[in-house]
């Protein structure tokens, strides 16, 4: 006679967790990897475009060309450093390491990692 054998998820809660601190262990072995180029990529620009060309133009629509261009520079580096590690290092965990193939093996459904994904 066969037994049945049934298996018993953890709580959701411990599934989206698991995702969320298997990234946050890998973001912050590496954070200096991860965190100085978003940093200074602003500045960099800042000084060679906002320095560097703001001696020629003086205002931008009636304001000061320096805070103009700051505030612009922020906007656009959090746009481009969100939209690269969703794209580049979603495709680097599902192409070469593997990590979501690994992350459903384990007793998570694919609902649980897009969730933990997005925390």
């Known amino acids: 006679?066969?037994?049945?054998?049934?298996?018993?998820?953890?709580?959701?809660?411990?599934?989206?967790?698991?995702?969320?601190?298997?990234?946050?262990?890998?973001?912050?072995?590496?954070?200096?990897?991860?965190?100085?180029?978003?940093?200074l990529e602003p500045l960099i620009f800042l000084v060679a475009i906002g320095l560097?060309?703001?001696?020629?133009?003086?205002?931008?629509?009636?304001?000061?060309?320096?805070?103009f261009l700051a505030t612009g520079i922020l906007v656009t580096t959090a746009m481009f450093t969100a939209s690269f590690e969703c794209t580049y290092g979603t495709f680097i965990r599902l192409e070469f390491d593997k990590a979501y193939d690994g992350m459903i093996s384990a007793p998570i459904t694919v609902k649980d990692l897009f969730v933990g994904e997005i925390l």
Do not use: D
């Open 1 to 39: 006679m066969k037994s049945k054998t049934t298996i018993v998820k953890p709580p959701i809660y411990m599934r989206l967790f698991s995702v969320w601190y298997r990234h946050m262990r890998v973001y912050t072995k590496n954070l200096v990897a991860n965190g100085l180029p978003p940093f």
């Open 52 to 67: 560097g060309l703001g001696r020629y133009i003086t205002e931008m629509k009636g304001m000061p060309y320096l805070p």
